[in-house]
Nanobody, 127 residues
Framework: QVELVESGGESAQAGGSLRLSCVVS????????MAWFRQAPGKEREGVAA????????YYADSVKGRFTISQYDAKGTVYLQMDLLKPEDSAMYYC????????????????????WGQGTQVTVSS
């Protein structure tokens, strides 16, 4: 059974940092496109970052480039999202998602391409 479990969301001050974790079980993410999405109240779910695990290619939304970093720790089957220089507009529910490797390309930010999702972890950034 595939399971993605996120953690690490909490309240932070603007300019601060948080690291989100996503533990993947049920399959090895090596053949997957792993991504982080976020959704704020009243807004659509948007792609934040993605990683094609097999070759390490990464993708970022323009709004987070230079501030967020997606990475993985193979021994733990965990995908991370390091978030630095946080802004109030980063406040949202953050979701980990997995898709076939080929999704990591032009369609990486389309949530409809991702079959497996975690339950989400809340990030709140205050000014």
């Amino acid at each position: 059974q595939v399971e993605l479990v996120e953690s690490g969301g909490e309240s932070a001050q603007a300019g601060g940092s948080l690291r989100l974790s996503c533990v993947v079980s049920g399959y090895h993410y090596y053949t997957r496109c792993m991504a982080w999405f976020r959704q704020a109240p009243g807004k659509e779910r948007e792609g934040v970052a993605a990683s094609r695990i097999i070759d390490g290619t990464t993708y970022y939304a323009d709004s987070v480039k230079g501030r967020f970093t997606i990475s993985q720790y193979d021994a733990k089957g965990t995908v991370y999202l390091q978030m630095d220089l946080l802004k109030p507009e980063d406040s949202a529910m953050y979701y980990c998602a997995a898709a076939i490797s080929a999704v990591c390309g032009s369609t990486w930010s389309n949530p409809k391409e991702f079959a497996d999702w975690g339950q989400g972890t809340q990030v709140t950034v205050s000014s």
